[in-house]
């Protein structure tokens, strides 16, 4: 009998979005595609995921594009601001490690 729809990413309880079985994200497979790489050399970068689990991510990523470009530019923006406030907080050794860095 042949399957007529396989789900390939799945949304975590977290709210993450995860290839399934992989525990490789989506957004991992989508910044190598939209950088330009192919299909197979994701998942030679990937080597948890076979050649279909990352058509299928990608065909995912495609069908639901807007949502999920709003999802990554969410995820770049919470990064920054966890960034920033990393940096504040510890910036007493940040400038101690940067200073050791330039002797």
């Known amino acids: 009998m042949i399957e007529t729809a396989v789900s390939y990413v799945v949304k975590t309880p977290e709210g993450h979005w995860q290839v399934v079985g992989s525990g490789v994200s989506l ?25 279909e689990q990352v058509h299928g991510a990608i065909a995912f990523y495609l069908h639901h594009r807007a949502a999920m470009d709003q999802h990554l530019g969410e995820q770049r923006l919470r990064w920054a601001d966890l960034k920033a406030k990393s940096d504040a907080a510890n910036s007493a050794l940040l400038d101690r490690v940067r200073a050791s860095k330039s002797d």
């Open 27 to 51: 957004e991992s497979v989508v910044y190598v595609y939209r950088e330009g790489l192919s299909a197979d050399a994701i998942a030679a970068e990937f080597p948890s995921l076979s050649l």
